[in-house]
């Protein structure tokens, strides 16, 4: 059953709950891109919104694994606080083939404004968090957009996918908060973007957060997400 889409002009689609999470599609005109996202409102008005960026073994239109990860990952910590919650599925995976991951990425920020807007959330506090593949959509989507996240949470992803970067590329950073996580011994994403991203930023007086494991290798996520304060620390900042 076609419904009108509760976010501003574009059409949806409902298809089936997850919990608390209602399942919808959405299309942008303006990157030619359609993908599913499942999106859980707050119980309280002016509440923070989080966006939850997912893992590549989560590509596809079911609007489903998206929601596997969440829950294995970051509902723990998270359902203690009351907020908005939006969960992208990607249907791309590929920066050469229309549509493109940034092409996806464009339209989830699309997306996260017209929600924001739509549902009065608290401004201040967007913030986003994303794992492996998820985590290379955090670093880009903060660095295409530096003034409208409140803080990063980039797991195991890459900036630009690589080191080739400049000083002015990492100003672009200074006035979003990043919490960094990875391990030395990942076999599937390379650590090594995110070593020579801290230390950049670090050079230009910009000060992240960044836990570094030789341990656990893709899978520290796992770690990562039930062992640190993430969330606490998330749900602390705000956008000035």
Excluded at 15 to 39: A, M, V
Excluded at 73 to 81: A, P
Excluded at 177 to 196: E, M, R, T
Aim: proline share 4%.
């Amino acid at each position: 059953e076609f419904i009108k889409d509760p976010f501003s002009e574009s059409v949806v689609i409902e298809k089936r709950s997850c919990s608390r999470f209602k399942s919808f599609e959405y299309y942008s005109k303006e990157n030619e891109i359609s993908f599913n996202f499942r999106f859980k409102g707050s119980r309280s008005d002016n509440q923070p919104l989080v966006v939850f960026m997912a893992g590549g073994g989560c590509h596809g239109y079911d609007n489903f694994k998206p929601m596997y990860e969440y829950y294995s990952h970051i509902n723990r910590q998270l359902k203690k606080y009351d907020c908005s919650v939006l969960v992208p599925q990607s249907p791309c995976s590929s920066n050469f083939m229309k549509p493109t991951v940034s092409d996806y990425i464009a339209a989830v920020k699309e997306l996260t404004e017209k929600v924001a807007c739509d549902i009065r959330a608290d401004k201040r506090r967007v913030y986003l968090i994303g794992t492996s593949y998820g985590g290379w959509c955090t670093w880009n989507m903060i660095y295409n957009s530096p003034d409208f996240f409140a803080c990063g949470i980039p797991v195991m992803g890459s900036l630009l996918g690589g080191v080739n970067l400049n000083k002015a590329d990492f100003e672009r950073f200074r006035s979003t908060p990043l919490w960094i996580a990875h391990s030395s011994d990942d076999d599937n994403v390379s650590i090594k973007s995110d070593d020579f991203c801290v230390e950049e930023l670090k050079k230009i007086g910009i000060e992240v957060k960044y836990t570094r494991w030789d341990k656990y290798g893709h899978k520290m996520c796992n770690k990562f997400y039930k062992s640190e304060s993430w969330a606490e620390w998330m749900f602390e900042q705000e956008k000035q």
